[in-house]
């Protein structure tokens, strides 16, 4: 029996179709497919981490000040006052690991300050203590970093706290200066035991 060209074409356009659709799969109707799926529970969002705002106590007192208006108390208990501990290494000298205790808190004279206390993590010697307005307009402090401050400010790692024994401190502009007693504590590092837990 003699087929036309047409029915031969035809079975031809089918052969090329059943290859095409093995080529993508197995040709079955996507809607008939079993697929059992499980939902999962939604997450809820974080927010990162921040540094501690708060969790300092005490008051330090700035008497024999020049000028005579930044003498004044600062309560490091008021709720304007934040508080950081971190722990950092210096790049010059190189490699003393620190910490690096922040306050941002407000005097009975009405001046805002940034205090800065740096200690050494290995023995606690203090590196660093300075008094900034926040304007920048009035500043004492000593420095030592590869050494340490040989005396007038202490820090009593268990406790917490630092401590200064009417310590002079000298404006770095040198016009400035101001004695400071008094003791505050510092919060924790939640990550570095050597900075105070």
Known sequence: MKKSTRHLATWA??????LLLSACGDGADP??????????????????????????????TISSASPAAQN?????GA???LAANTALTTVSP???DYCDITYAATSSSGSRYEIKVYFRRSDQKVLNASFFKTDFSWGIGESNLAAGITAGVS???AARSITFANKVLNGFSGTD?????????????????ACGT
């Open 13 to 18: 356009a089918v052969a090329g179709l059943g």
């Open 31 to 60: 809607a008939t497919t079993d697929i059992t799926t499980t939902p999962t529970a939604p997450t809820t969002p974080t927010n990162p981490t921040a540094p501690t705002a708060t969790g300092a106590s005490g008051t330090l």
């Open 72 to 76: 004044g108390t600062i309560d490091f």
């Open 79 to 81: 709720s304007n006052v």
């Open 94 to 96: 190189a490699g003393i």
């Open 155 to 157: 820090v009593n790692l």
């Open 177 to 193: 200066v101001g004695t400071v007693n008094g003791t505050v504590t510092f919060p924790a590092n939640t990550t570095v035991a």
